[in-house]
């Protein structure tokens, strides 16, 4: 029994079938939780937001390398855009000082554009590519800006399963 | 037997049907009850809370530990995210506002200068709107309000706290820790948790937080006051209410030159004034004159407060700006961290006095993390005494975010897959650990609402 692999609380396990996961849907209601892999992050530019490209060993065999990496750089790329200390930035900071950041309450903020835009491309991504291959992926801004967290889905294959049972919380082996 | 004790709750003995409280009063508007399968036998025992108030923690823990009766009662509730946040911060507005526990000294800040303008616009602007311009007291107002609104902006608005890391993360970069200091023979301490970072060519140590379960970033610090690590941490200001970290430096530093400012233009123009008057009618006549007319204890209380404020703030203000040109915080210059010894060099600077303001004064607006008002379930499954803390350690190993767009698991669905029975609870109270502090179960601020739970027969 591995001690390091728990399962979310509320989540029900069904007999189920082997069979490939389609979309969230069916991921959030067939399958359990194995593992948690986290992306940390880089600080080798400073202090601004960047995660680390390095593929985890846990995803071999779960997803190409190259679609890993590509998500990465993207939100890297958006979180530099969004960090990015330019003319626009300025003007924002300038004006917002000049109206004692009442500004605020009418306007978002260029990071918040951004972080929606993140949140979007996120959920897009999970549905294309990671929900496919029993992967998901939670926004930074959940955990604290501090890793991505791509959680490890399975597929329970009929003899494995207890029927209609909900688990509160526990340990589960692999 | 004795039970757990609010500052509010009445004590009933067995037979007496419980006065059944369903909220505290200021969180009525937050919390939500929803009592499913509520145990409707006669016997009624009074309602035991969860809620650990300081004085009576040991107490109502006890009290419940003692109290191993059945109940069939699942409360799920739905509350706002700060109520369950760890620290000792106070929220209010809902969670919109959030300050550090002691505010004495803001309220005597807030005191000082509200207390000191109002003097200033009784008593001078008045003689200055009419013999000089009534642009004096038109630039007093502008600025007054700028100051307190850079004020409530440091005091009210998040530093950049980190939130904790969830129990999954913590074991994730516990393996990590070990994999990398591999096997320690027995005996030998393990070698402190650090992490080295190659920033600009500068070797930086990532410490490990065991409060927090994270290795802080670069230039985070924990605050023990407030018990969060702050992102970019500056320093915990008392005079502010709050820590002064990387989402309201800004707002510190404007706050500090905006009220050097306002003490330089209110002490000039009392002096202007008493000068005026004593031209028109001598120094000492003017000194003695009744209250009503230029009394001469506001004269002097005004002074006294402006004197010293400008020797403080100005001086800080100027400590500031000479920080803020070398993009260093108040936490590195104390410590000496980039004082230039071992050829050691502060790895953020620009090395151009402009880039530095212009990064630290207008840089981007870094949005708040911790997401104080989204809402999350609380789930108060009791079965046996630990079973308190298990529904905590439910709530919180569960964070249900509204911020994801497509959630793991729906709200609606978590009552029916998460509702025990009665033997399934009694067989998980075994397994749940039996000597949890009570500490874990419940956050160490107290503005949980207490929620009942009725034992049956």
């Given at each position: ?12 396990i ?47 065999s ?12 993207t ?32 306007m978002?903020t ?8 993140i ?35 399975e ?17 589960t082996?692999? | 037997?004795?039970?757990?004790q ?21 969180h ?21 809370t969860?809620r ?26 739905k ?30 800040t ?6 000191t ?11 200055l709107?009419?013999h ?28 950049g706290v ?16 070990e ?10 301490r393990p070698?402190?948790r ?17 409060t ?19 992102d ?7 005079w ?15 706050f ?5 400012l ?47 404020t400008l ?32 050829r050691?060099q ?28 989204g ?40 009552p ?23 500490k874990?179960?419940s ?15």
């Amino acid at each position: 029994l591995s001690p390091y692999i728990t399962i979310m609380p509320y989540i029900t396990i069904m007999p189920y079938c082997h069979h490939h996961f389609h979309n969230l849907q069916e991921l959030r209601h067939s399958a359990s939780l194995a593992n948690k892999v986290f992306i940390q992050r880089d600080y080798s530019e400073g202090t601004t937001c960047r995660f680390q490209t390095k593929f985890p060993s846990e995803l071999e065999s779960r997803i190409e390398r190259t679609l890993f990496e590509d998500t990465v750089k993207t939100l890297n790329n958006y979180y530099a855009e969004a960090e990015k200390i330019g003319g626009q930035s300025y003007l924002e900071g300038c004006l917002a000082c000049a109206t004692a950041y009442l500004i605020f309450l009418c306007m978002e903020t260029r990071y918040e554009k951004v972080l929606k835009k993140i949140a979007k491309y996120i959920q897009e991504q999970n549905e294309k590519v990671y929900a496919p291959r029993g992967l998901l992926v939670t926004d930074p801004i959940d955990r604290g800006m501090r890793v991505i967290e791509i959680s490890i889905y399975e597929d329970r294959g009929s003899s494995g399963s207890s029927s209609g049972s909900s688990s509160v919380s526990g340990s589960t082996a692999r | 037997m004795s039970l757990g004790q609010g500052p509010r709750s009445r004590r009933s003995s067995r037979g007496r049907i419980p006065h059944v409280r369903l909220g505290n009063r200021r969180h009525r508007r937050s919390g939500e009850l929803d009592c499913i399968g509520l145990c409707t036998n006669l016997q009624h025992r009074r309602a035991e809370t969860p809620r650990l108030h300081k004085t009576n923690k040991k107490n109502s823990w006890h009290a419940r530990r003692r109290a191993r009766t059945m109940s069939a009662v699942m409360v799920t509730r739905k509350v706002r995210k700060w109520e369950k946040l760890p620290g000792k911060n106070t929220f209010c507005c809902d969670g919109r506002v959030m300050m550090a526990r002691q505010k004495g000294v803001f309220y005597l800040t807030l005191f000082l200068i509200v207390g000191t303008c109002s003097l200033f616009f009784a008593f001078e602007c008045p003689y200055l709107a009419v013999h000089l311009s009534p642009a004096i007291p038109f630039f007093a107002v502008l600025l007054f309000l700028f100051v307190i609104a850079m004020l409530l902006r440091t005091s009210f608005s998040d530093p950049g706290v980190l939130p904790r890391a969830l129990p999954e993360e913590a074991t994730f970069i516990e393996m990590e820790i070990e994999a990398a200091n591999g096997n320690v023979p027995a005996g030998q301490r393990p070698p402190p948790r650090i992490r080295n970072v190659q920033i600009n060519n500068q070797i930086v140590k990532l410490k490990y937080c065991y409060t927090c379960k994270i290795f802080r970033p670069p230039r985070a610090s924990h605050c023990s006051i407030c018990d969060n690590c702050v992102d970019r941490f500056d320093h915990h200001c008392p005079w502010v209410g709050n820590c002064v970290g990387k989402r309201n430096y800004r707002y510190f530093y404007m706050f500090t030159l905006s009220l050097s400012l306002l003490t330089i233009y209110i002490f000039t123009f009392n002096i202007v004034h008493v000068v005026m008057r004593s031209v028109d009618g001598g120094f000492l006549n003017t000194l003695k004159e009744t209250p009503g007319t230029y009394p001469f204890l506001f004269f002097f209380f005004k002074v006294l407060v402006c004197f010293f404020t400008l020797w403080s703030v100005v001086g800080l203000t100027g400590f500031h700006t000479y920080l803020i040109s070398l993009n260093q915080t108040t936490n590195e210059d104390i410590k000496g961290s980039w004082s230039g010894k071992n050829r050691v060099q502060n790895p953020y600077s620009h090395k151009n006095f402009m880039k530095n303001c212009c990064e630290v004064l207008c840089g981007p607006t870094y949005p708040s993390v911790l997401d104080r008002r989204g809402m999350t379930q609380e789930d108060l499954t009791v079965s046996s005494a630990s079973a308190a803390p298990s529904s905590s350690s439910s709530s919180n190993a569960a964070p249900q975010t509204t911020k994801t767009t497509a959630p793991l698991i729906p709200n609606e669905h978590t009552p029916d897959d998460a509702r025990p029975s009665i033997a399934a609870s009694a067989e998980n109270s075994d397994s749940s650990k039996e000597g949890f502090p009570p500490k874990r179960s419940s956050p160490a601020r107290v503005t949980s609402p207490r929620v009942a739970l009725i034992k049956c027969i």
